[in-house]
Protein backbone atom coordinates (compact mmCIF):
# COMPACT_ATOMS: atom_id res chain seq x y z
CA UNK A 1 0.00 0.00 0.00
CA UNK A 2 2.79 2.26 0.71
CA UNK A 3 4.22 1.69 -2.74
CA UNK A 4 1.03 1.99 -4.22
CA UNK A 5 0.52 6.15 -2.15
CA UNK A 6 4.07 6.92 -2.90
CA UNK A 7 3.48 6.24 -6.78
CA UNK A 8 0.19 8.25 -6.85
CA UNK A 9 1.97 10.72 -5.27
CA UNK A 10 5.10 11.17 -7.63
CA UNK A 11 2.40 11.06 -10.25
CA UNK A 12 0.55 13.91 -8.85
CA UNK A 13 3.76 16.03 -8.76
CA UNK A 14 4.77 15.14 -12.05
CA UNK A 15 1.65 16.63 -13.29
CA UNK A 16 1.84 19.94 -10.95
CA UNK A 17 5.11 20.14 -12.57
CA UNK A 18 3.79 19.75 -16.31
CA UNK A 19 0.50 22.24 -15.13
CA UNK A 20 3.52 24.73 -13.91
CA UNK A 21 5.61 24.17 -17.05
CA UNK A 22 2.38 24.62 -19.56
CA UNK A 23 2.11 28.32 -17.78
CA UNK A 24 4.90 29.60 -19.52
CA UNK A 25 4.22 28.29 -22.97
CA UNK A 26 0.75 29.53 -22.56
CA UNK A 27 2.18 33.28 -21.15
CA UNK A 28 3.81 33.24 -24.28
CA UNK A 29 1.43 31.61 -26.66
CA UNK A 30 3.82 29.04 -28.03
CA UNK A 31 3.74 25.41 -28.02
CA UNK A 32 5.83 23.08 -25.53
CA UNK A 33 8.06 22.57 -29.17
CA UNK A 34 8.63 25.75 -30.40
CA UNK A 35 11.61 26.79 -31.03
CA UNK A 36 14.59 29.58 -30.51
CA UNK A 37 12.95 31.84 -33.19
CA UNK A 38 9.24 30.92 -32.55
CA UNK A 39 10.14 31.87 -29.07
CA UNK A 40 11.53 35.51 -29.73
CA UNK A 41 9.07 36.04 -32.29
CA UNK A 42 6.20 35.43 -29.53
CA UNK A 43 7.49 37.49 -26.78
CA UNK A 44 8.39 40.57 -29.19
CA UNK A 45 5.17 40.35 -30.91
CA UNK A 46 3.83 40.20 -27.18
CA UNK A 47 5.39 43.69 -26.16
CA UNK A 48 5.12 45.81 -28.80
CA UNK A 49 1.75 44.81 -31.26
CA UNK A 50 -1.36 46.73 -30.05
CA UNK A 51 -4.03 45.17 -31.79
CA UNK A 52 -5.27 41.17 -31.86
CA UNK A 53 -6.46 38.77 -28.90
CA UNK A 54 -4.40 37.52 -26.76
CA UNK A 55 -1.60 39.94 -27.62
CA UNK A 56 -0.22 42.40 -24.96
CA UNK A 57 1.44 45.65 -25.88
CA UNK A 58 4.08 48.35 -24.47
CA UNK A 59 1.06 50.10 -22.57
CA UNK A 60 2.21 46.99 -19.97
CA UNK A 61 5.67 48.03 -20.17
CA UNK A 62 5.86 49.73 -16.56
CA UNK A 63 7.53 52.79 -18.87
CA UNK A 64 4.31 53.25 -20.16
CA UNK A 65 2.15 52.03 -17.51
CA UNK A 66 2.47 51.98 -13.77
CA UNK A 67 -0.26 50.24 -13.10
CA UNK A 68 -0.36 46.66 -11.01
CA UNK A 69 -1.71 44.76 -13.64
CA UNK A 70 0.94 46.32 -16.32
CA UNK A 71 3.60 45.30 -14.19
CA UNK A 72 2.37 41.66 -13.19
CA UNK A 73 2.05 41.16 -17.12
CA UNK A 74 5.63 42.47 -17.68
CA UNK A 75 7.38 40.28 -15.29
CA UNK A 76 5.03 37.23 -16.34
CA UNK A 77 5.81 37.52 -20.40
CA UNK A 78 9.56 38.20 -19.53
CA UNK A 79 10.00 35.62 -16.99
CA UNK A 80 8.78 33.07 -19.39
CA UNK A 81 11.07 34.49 -22.36
CA UNK A 82 14.17 34.32 -19.76
CA UNK A 83 13.53 30.69 -18.87
CA UNK A 84 12.10 29.20 -22.33
CA UNK A 85 14.96 31.02 -24.02
CA UNK A 86 17.91 29.22 -22.03
CA UNK A 87 18.25 25.89 -22.77
CA UNK A 88 19.50 24.74 -19.52
CA UNK A 89 16.98 26.48 -17.77
CA UNK A 90 14.30 24.99 -20.51
CA UNK A 91 14.94 21.59 -19.70
CA UNK A 92 14.82 22.04 -16.00
CA UNK A 93 11.73 23.98 -15.97
CA UNK A 94 10.56 21.07 -18.29
CA UNK A 95 11.21 18.32 -15.87
CA UNK A 96 10.63 20.14 -12.51
CA UNK A 97 8.47 22.80 -13.09
CA UNK A 98 9.36 26.45 -11.93
CA UNK A 99 9.71 25.14 -7.98
CA UNK A 100 12.62 23.13 -9.11
CA UNK A 101 14.03 25.79 -11.57
CA UNK A 102 14.37 27.76 -8.54
CA UNK A 103 16.19 25.54 -6.72
CA UNK A 104 18.81 25.49 -9.25
CA UNK A 105 18.87 29.43 -9.42
CA UNK A 106 19.51 29.16 -5.52
CA UNK A 107 16.12 30.37 -4.25
CA UNK A 108 15.77 33.22 -6.57
CA UNK A 109 15.44 34.73 -9.82
CA UNK A 110 17.95 35.47 -12.21
CA UNK A 111 18.05 37.97 -14.11
CA UNK A 112 16.39 41.11 -14.75
CA UNK A 113 13.16 41.29 -17.03
CA UNK A 114 14.43 44.50 -18.25
CA UNK A 115 17.65 43.24 -19.54
CA UNK A 116 15.72 40.38 -20.93
CA UNK A 117 13.21 43.36 -22.71
CA UNK A 118 16.26 44.89 -24.22
CA UNK A 119 18.21 41.78 -25.59
CA UNK A 120 14.64 40.64 -27.22
CA UNK A 121 14.15 44.81 -28.81
CA UNK A 122 17.67 45.00 -29.32
CA UNK A 123 17.94 47.94 -26.93
CA UNK A 124 21.52 46.95 -25.95
CA UNK A 125 22.96 47.08 -22.97
CA UNK A 126 21.37 44.18 -20.75
CA UNK A 127 23.63 42.17 -18.31
CA UNK A 128 26.50 39.50 -19.22
CA UNK A 129 29.00 42.49 -20.90
CA UNK A 130 27.16 41.86 -24.29
CA UNK A 131 28.25 44.79 -26.95
CA UNK A 132 25.56 47.15 -27.94
CA UNK A 133 24.32 47.45 -30.60
CA UNK A 134 24.11 50.84 -33.42
CA UNK A 135 21.26 52.46 -32.76
CA UNK A 136 18.77 54.17 -35.63
CA UNK A 137 17.90 57.96 -35.74
CA UNK A 138 15.53 59.34 -33.58
CA UNK A 139 12.57 60.61 -34.74
CA UNK A 140 11.07 63.98 -34.19
CA UNK A 141 7.68 65.07 -34.12
CA UNK A 142 6.22 68.11 -32.58
CA UNK A 143 2.80 68.50 -31.47
CA UNK A 144 0.53 71.53 -30.69
CA UNK A 145 -2.25 71.29 -28.23
CA UNK A 146 -4.78 73.57 -26.87
CA UNK A 147 -3.26 75.64 -23.88
CA UNK A 148 -6.35 74.14 -22.15
CA UNK A 149 -4.75 70.48 -22.40
CA UNK A 150 -1.45 71.78 -20.86
CA UNK A 151 -3.39 73.42 -18.17
CA UNK A 152 -5.32 70.94 -16.59
CA UNK A 153 -3.91 68.29 -17.96
CA UNK A 154 -4.91 65.79 -20.82
CA UNK A 155 -4.13 62.72 -23.20
CA UNK A 156 -4.16 62.34 -26.45
CA UNK A 157 -3.34 59.34 -29.21
CA UNK A 158 -1.66 59.59 -32.56
CA UNK A 159 -0.01 57.59 -34.80
CA UNK A 160 3.88 57.72 -36.59
CA UNK A 161 4.55 55.94 -39.84
CA UNK A 162 7.51 53.71 -39.36
CA UNK A 163 9.68 51.10 -40.03
CA UNK A 164 9.11 47.61 -38.65
CA UNK A 165 10.95 44.21 -38.70
CA UNK A 166 8.78 41.85 -41.06
CA UNK A 167 7.20 39.02 -38.74
CA UNK A 168 6.63 36.70 -41.51
CA UNK A 169 9.94 36.17 -41.89
CA UNK A 170 11.44 37.97 -38.88
CA UNK A 171 13.52 39.93 -40.47
CA UNK A 172 15.47 37.35 -42.25
CA UNK A 173 14.17 38.29 -45.58
CA UNK A 174 13.44 34.57 -46.43
CA UNK A 175 10.57 32.69 -47.11
CA UNK A 176 11.70 29.82 -44.77
CA UNK A 177 14.39 29.16 -42.46
CA UNK A 178 15.36 26.59 -45.39
CA UNK A 179 15.55 29.33 -47.64
CA UNK A 180 19.06 30.91 -45.92
CA UNK A 181 22.02 28.82 -47.21
CA UNK A 182 25.16 30.16 -47.23
CA UNK A 183 26.67 32.56 -49.47
CA UNK A 184 28.19 31.08 -52.17
CA UNK A 185 31.11 33.70 -52.82
CA UNK A 186 32.40 34.24 -49.81
CA UNK A 187 31.34 31.29 -48.05
CA UNK A 188 29.71 33.28 -45.35
CA UNK A 189 32.79 35.55 -44.12
CA UNK A 190 30.65 38.34 -45.53
CA UNK A 191 33.87 39.69 -47.15
CA UNK A 192 35.73 37.98 -50.30
CA UNK A 193 38.97 38.74 -51.15
CA UNK A 194 39.87 40.20 -54.74
CA UNK A 195 43.46 40.32 -56.25
CA UNK A 196 43.96 43.39 -58.92
CA UNK A 197 47.09 42.87 -61.00
CA UNK A 198 49.58 45.92 -61.38
CA UNK A 199 52.06 44.75 -63.53
CA UNK A 200 53.69 41.74 -64.21
CA UNK A 201 54.05 39.13 -61.57
CA UNK A 202 52.66 42.06 -59.72
CA UNK A 203 49.62 41.22 -57.36
CA UNK A 204 47.72 43.66 -55.11
CA UNK A 205 45.61 41.57 -52.58
CA UNK A 206 42.30 43.82 -51.23
CA UNK A 207 39.69 42.77 -48.94
CA UNK A 208 36.03 43.77 -49.35
CA UNK A 209 32.17 43.63 -48.46
CA UNK A 210 30.68 40.88 -50.28
CA UNK A 211 28.39 42.15 -53.15
CA UNK A 212 26.79 39.37 -53.25
CA UNK A 213 25.37 38.74 -50.12
CA UNK A 214 25.86 42.20 -48.77
CA UNK A 215 27.94 41.25 -46.30
CA UNK A 216 25.97 38.99 -44.26
CA UNK A 217 27.85 35.82 -45.08
CA UNK A 218 24.16 34.60 -46.27
CA UNK A 219 22.13 34.63 -49.09
CA UNK A 220 18.83 33.94 -50.12
CA UNK A 221 17.17 31.00 -52.31
CA UNK A 222 13.28 32.30 -52.28
CA UNK A 223 12.64 35.13 -50.68
CA UNK A 224 9.98 36.30 -48.38
CA UNK A 225 6.31 37.45 -49.63
CA UNK A 226 5.46 40.08 -47.26
CA UNK A 227 8.74 42.24 -47.44
CA UNK A 228 9.50 40.60 -50.90
CA UNK A 229 13.10 40.15 -49.36
CA UNK A 230 13.78 43.70 -47.70
CA UNK A 231 13.52 42.41 -44.05
CA UNK A 232 11.19 45.22 -43.10
CA UNK A 233 7.58 46.42 -43.92
CA UNK A 234 5.74 49.97 -43.77
CA UNK A 235 3.76 49.86 -40.47
CA UNK A 236 2.74 52.86 -37.89
CA UNK A 237 2.79 52.93 -33.95
CA UNK A 238 0.06 54.31 -32.59
CA UNK A 239 1.23 56.35 -29.29
CA UNK A 240 -0.52 57.71 -26.25
CA UNK A 241 0.57 61.62 -25.72
CA UNK A 242 0.07 62.09 -21.91
CA UNK A 243 0.24 65.68 -21.17
CA UNK A 244 0.81 66.89 -17.80
CA UNK A 245 -0.67 69.76 -16.24
CA UNK A 246 1.54 72.87 -16.28
CA UNK A 247 3.63 71.31 -18.92
CA UNK A 248 6.66 73.77 -20.32
CA UNK A 249 6.24 74.93 -23.76
CA UNK A 250 8.19 72.69 -26.07
CA UNK A 251 8.53 69.92 -23.53
CA UNK A 252 9.92 66.65 -24.92
CA UNK A 253 8.47 63.68 -24.31
CA UNK A 254 10.04 60.31 -25.38
CA UNK A 255 9.07 56.70 -26.69
CA UNK A 256 11.76 54.58 -26.32
CA UNK A 257 12.20 52.20 -29.21
CA UNK A 258 8.99 53.57 -31.37
CA UNK A 259 11.27 54.65 -34.77
CA UNK A 260 12.06 52.72 -37.57
CA UNK A 261 13.15 49.54 -37.00
CA UNK A 262 15.74 47.62 -38.92
CA UNK A 263 17.51 43.57 -38.28
CA UNK A 264 21.17 45.72 -37.86
CA UNK A 265 20.46 48.59 -35.64
CA UNK A 266 18.34 49.25 -32.72
CA UNK A 267 15.03 51.24 -32.61
CA UNK A 268 15.80 54.97 -31.81
CA UNK A 269 13.10 56.89 -30.19
CA UNK A 270 10.24 58.61 -30.98
CA UNK A 271 10.62 62.17 -29.69
CA UNK A 272 7.26 64.41 -29.24
CA UNK A 273 8.29 68.01 -28.68
CA UNK A 274 4.93 69.85 -27.35
CA UNK A 275 3.22 73.17 -27.83
CA UNK A 276 0.35 75.03 -27.26
CA UNK A 277 -1.54 76.35 -30.42
CA UNK A 278 -1.46 80.18 -31.02
CA UNK A 279 -4.98 81.64 -30.66
CA UNK A 280 -6.45 84.88 -31.51
CA UNK A 281 -8.00 86.47 -28.74
CA UNK A 282 -6.86 83.94 -26.68
CA UNK A 283 -4.65 83.65 -23.73
CA UNK A 284 -1.00 84.19 -24.20
CA UNK A 285 1.47 81.66 -22.10
CA UNK A 286 5.09 82.90 -20.96
CA UNK A 287 5.86 79.93 -18.65
CA UNK A 288 4.05 79.95 -16.00
CA UNK A 289 2.07 82.98 -16.37
CA UNK A 290 -0.57 84.02 -18.58
CA UNK A 291 -1.54 87.29 -20.33
CA UNK A 292 -4.84 88.43 -21.03
CA UNK A 293 -5.78 91.87 -23.28
CA UNK A 294 -9.50 93.27 -22.52
CA UNK A 295 -10.92 95.82 -24.27
CA UNK A 296 -12.81 98.74 -22.52
CA UNK A 297 -15.12 101.67 -23.38
CA UNK A 298 -14.10 105.54 -22.59
CA UNK A 299 -16.92 105.13 -20.06
CA UNK A 300 -15.21 102.30 -18.36
CA UNK A 301 -12.03 103.54 -18.73
CA UNK A 302 -12.67 106.80 -17.17
CA UNK A 303 -15.59 105.74 -14.46
CA UNK A 304 -14.49 101.95 -13.41
CA UNK A 305 -16.06 99.06 -14.69
CA UNK A 306 -16.57 95.37 -13.81
CA UNK A 307 -15.94 92.44 -15.86
CA UNK A 308 -15.72 88.44 -16.23
CA UNK A 309 -13.30 86.29 -18.13
CA UNK A 310 -13.46 82.66 -18.45
CA UNK A 311 -10.34 80.80 -17.03
CA UNK A 312 -8.83 78.13 -19.21
CA UNK A 313 -11.26 75.67 -16.86
CA UNK A 314 -14.18 77.45 -17.20
CA UNK A 315 -13.76 79.53 -13.53
CA UNK A 316 -15.03 82.89 -14.13
CA UNK A 317 -11.57 85.85 -13.22
CA UNK A 318 -13.38 89.08 -12.36
CA UNK A 319 -11.63 91.80 -13.49
CA UNK A 320 -12.52 95.15 -11.55
CA UNK A 321 -11.11 98.99 -11.60
CA UNK A 322 -13.01 101.88 -9.70
CA UNK A 323 -10.39 104.67 -10.93
CA UNK A 324 -8.97 105.95 -13.98
CA UNK A 325 -7.93 103.29 -16.31
CA UNK A 326 -4.82 104.34 -18.82
CA UNK A 327 -4.88 102.80 -22.03
CA UNK A 328 -1.93 99.46 -21.94
CA UNK A 329 -2.22 99.64 -18.19
CA UNK A 330 -1.26 96.41 -16.73
CA UNK A 331 -3.19 94.50 -14.11
CA UNK A 332 -1.44 91.78 -11.84
CA UNK A 333 -3.57 89.05 -10.96
CA UNK A 334 -2.03 86.69 -8.55
CA UNK A 335 -2.69 83.33 -8.81
CA UNK A 336 -4.48 83.33 -12.08
CA UNK A 337 -1.79 81.68 -14.31
CA UNK A 338 -0.54 78.91 -15.27
CA UNK A 339 -0.24 75.68 -13.05
CA UNK A 340 3.58 75.72 -12.01
CA UNK A 341 4.84 72.58 -13.57
CA UNK A 342 5.24 69.29 -11.26
CA UNK A 343 5.16 71.85 -7.86
CA UNK A 344 2.21 73.32 -6.58
CA UNK A 345 0.64 76.65 -7.00
CA UNK A 346 0.10 78.86 -9.94
CA UNK A 347 1.86 81.45 -11.99
CA UNK A 348 0.08 84.70 -12.28
CA UNK A 349 -2.02 86.66 -14.78
CA UNK A 350 -1.57 89.51 -16.65
CA UNK A 351 -4.00 91.70 -18.07
CA UNK A 352 -3.78 94.43 -20.19
CA UNK A 353 -6.70 97.02 -20.95
CA UNK A 354 -7.08 98.43 -24.01
CA UNK A 355 -9.34 101.55 -24.29
CA UNK A 356 -11.74 101.65 -27.30
CA UNK A 357 -12.81 104.74 -28.79
CA UNK A 358 -16.23 105.23 -30.73
CA UNK A 359 -16.09 105.63 -34.33
CA UNK A 360 -17.72 108.88 -34.26
CA UNK A 361 -19.70 111.52 -31.05
CA UNK A 362 -23.24 112.63 -31.17
CA UNK A 363 -23.80 116.16 -31.20
CA UNK A 364 -25.51 115.65 -27.49
CA UNK A 365 -22.09 113.35 -26.50
CA UNK A 366 -20.11 116.08 -27.73
CA UNK A 367 -21.45 118.69 -26.06
CA UNK A 368 -21.77 117.58 -22.67
CA UNK A 369 -18.15 115.98 -23.35
CA UNK A 370 -17.15 119.86 -23.88
CA UNK A 371 -19.29 120.85 -20.60
CA UNK A 372 -17.80 117.79 -18.51
CA UNK A 373 -13.81 118.77 -19.46
CA UNK A 374 -14.45 122.60 -20.35
CA UNK A 375 -12.91 121.98 -23.24
CA UNK A 376 -14.09 123.43 -27.00
CA UNK A 377 -12.09 122.34 -29.94
CA UNK A 378 -10.00 125.79 -31.64
CA UNK A 379 -11.83 126.03 -34.66
CA UNK A 380 -15.43 125.13 -33.40
CA UNK A 381 -17.27 127.94 -35.08
CA UNK A 382 -19.92 129.61 -32.66
CA UNK A 383 -23.27 128.08 -32.55
CA UNK A 384 -21.74 124.73 -34.11
CA UNK A 385 -19.17 121.81 -34.40
CA UNK A 386 -16.44 120.87 -36.45
CA UNK A 387 -16.41 117.21 -37.59
CA UNK A 388 -12.80 115.45 -36.23
Known sequence: MLGVALARALVVLALAATALAADFYAALGVSRQAGDRELKKAYRVRMRSSQGEGKLSKQYHPDKNDSDEAKARFLEVSRAYEVLSDPEKRKTYDRFGEEGLKQ?????????????????FGFGG??????????????????????????????????????????????????????????????GRGVRVVRHQLGPGIF?????????????GKSIKHVCPSCKGARIVDSHSDLNLHIDRGMPEGAEVVFEGEADESPEVVAGDVIVRVRSKKQKGAFVRKESNLYWKEPISVAE???????????????????????????????????EGMPIYHLSGHGDLFVEYQVILPPKLSTKQREALEQAFGYRHPDAKEGGHTEL
Open 104 to 120: QEGGGRSGDPFDVFRQA
Open 126 to 187: GGGGQQQQRRGQNMLAEIEVDLKAMYEGDSMKFSVARKAICEQCDGTGAKSEKDIITCPVCE
Open 301 to 335: ALLGFKHTVKGLDGHDIVLSRTGVTQSGFVDVITG
Open 204 to 216: QQMQMHCDRCGGR
